[in-house]
């Protein structure tokens, strides 16, 4: 078993950056592929970004290639998203989420057993 704390969030303005954090506890962080989810008002639960567990594969959807990083430190046992060059419609709820399968369609939210609470990101225009 596996909790997920996010944190990190906040206000930026449009063309800022902020890095949001997902620290995990147990001894088996390495043992999950992790992956950051958004949800903003009104709108579904998306996929942000996904990173296997040795970190050797990633995914990222079309709305953040290019600006966003995913990235993880097993022995912190902590998951990273570096955003840059953020847009107002960026503005969600920034879930991290936690998958002990194998890597593979780690892009939908089904997928991910554990998650956190949430952090907010807000992009002012």
């Known amino acids: 078993q596996v909790q997920l704390v996010e944190s990190g969030g906040g206000l930026v303005q449009a063309g800022g950056s902020l890095r949001v954090s997902c620290a995990a506890s147990?001894?088996?962080?390495?043992?999950?592929?992790m992956g950051w989810f958004r949800q903003a008002p009104g709108k579904e639960r998306e996929f942000v970004a996904a990173i296997s567990r040795s970190a050797d594969n990633i995914y990222y959807a079309d709305s953040v290639r290019g600006r966003f990083t995913i990235s993880r430190d097993n022995a912190k046992k902590t998951v990273y998203l570096q955003m840059n060059s953020l847009k107002p419609e960026d503005t969600a709820v920034y879930y991290c989420?936690?998958?002990?399968?194998?890597?593979?369609?780690?892009?939908?939210?089904?997928?991910?057993?554990?998650w956190g609470q949430g952090t907010q990101v807000t992009v002012s225009s």
């Open positions: 989420a936690a998958d002990r399968a194998a890597w593979g369609s780690n892009t939908v939210a089904w997928k991910y057993y554990y």
């Open positions: 147990g001894r088996t962080f390495s043992s999950y592929n």
